[in-house]
């Protein structure tokens, strides 16, 4: 288990928060805590943290606009998003924005722990060599992504999955391997990494001609090299 990690908390009811404060302190945690969107956003755009859990219905700045614009700012911190909006399209729409993993409300204390701990040690690349094919190279350790001079941020999760393609590529990577690469046994599914593949997707594959990343029907995903 990883001690000491640098938390940002983003909630604005406070009976959830000192819980959870008290729980993660008592932890070994080094906790930072905002009450309102806009306060969280201010802390996690200062960077120096290992996990954010991040509320979505935060008074002044939504949790997924939040999200939405860490990611803009090309910040790859690892985040899992607390909500009591439990539909399929709701964690998707997390998804998209940019979340690493997603719980709904109520949760134990114990699976909130396990969860920091998975989106943490699920975005440490095994290797911090940069990876290429192609026109297109991603540096693991920074998390950007460049193809044809074009630079972009990836999130954790997005990383791996990259990553994962580009380490076989063009050999076809089974759905399945995938999410066990992504999120492990904590989280994910077929229509959270649907969703991230497809925001990948316009990430690298927009501004070209030629699409890298190809879904193979039934099977899984390549990524191969543009002729």
Not at 56 to 65: A, T
Not at 84 to 110: C, H, I, N, Q
Not at 174 to 182: G, N, S
Request: hydrophobic share 40%; net charge neutral; proline share 4%.
């Amino acid at each position: 288990m990883h001690t000491g990690l640098k938390v940002l908390l983003v909630e604005d009811q406070q009976d959830i928060a000192a819980n959870i404060w008290d729980y993660l302190e008592r932890r070994s945690y080094n906790i930072d805590h905002a009450a309102d969107g806009e306060s969280g956003l201010s802390r996690a755009l200062k960077g120096d943290l290992d996990v954010i859990v991040l509320d979505l219905g935060l008074p002044r700045l939504d949790g997924l606009d939040l999200c939405r614009r860490l990611r803009a700012a090309g910040h790859g911190i690892p985040v899992l998003m607390l909500t009591a909006r439990d539909t399929l399209d709701d964690k998707l729409r997390g998804f998209a924005e940019g979340a690493d993993d997603y719980m709904v409300k109520p949760f134990s204390m114990r699976e909130l722990e396990a969860r920091i701990q998975a989106v943490y040690r699920r975005g440490r690349p095994a290797t911090d060599a940069p990876l290429r094919v192609g026109d297109l190279t991603y540096d693991p350790k920074s998390m950007l992504a460049t193809r044809a001079g074009q630079t972009r941020a990836l999130t954790r999760v997005q990383g791996i999955l990259l990553a994962t393609l580009m380490r076989e590529a063009p050999n076809v990577i089974a759905h399945r391997r995938l999410i066990e690469a992504a999120w492990s046994d904590e989280g994910g599914g077929g229509a959270a990494l649907q969703t991230h593949m497809y925001e990948l997707r316009l990430l690298l594959d927009k501004p070209f001609d030629y699409a890298m990343l190809q879904s193979v029907r039934g099977l899984g995903y390549r990524l191969v090299a543009a002729p």
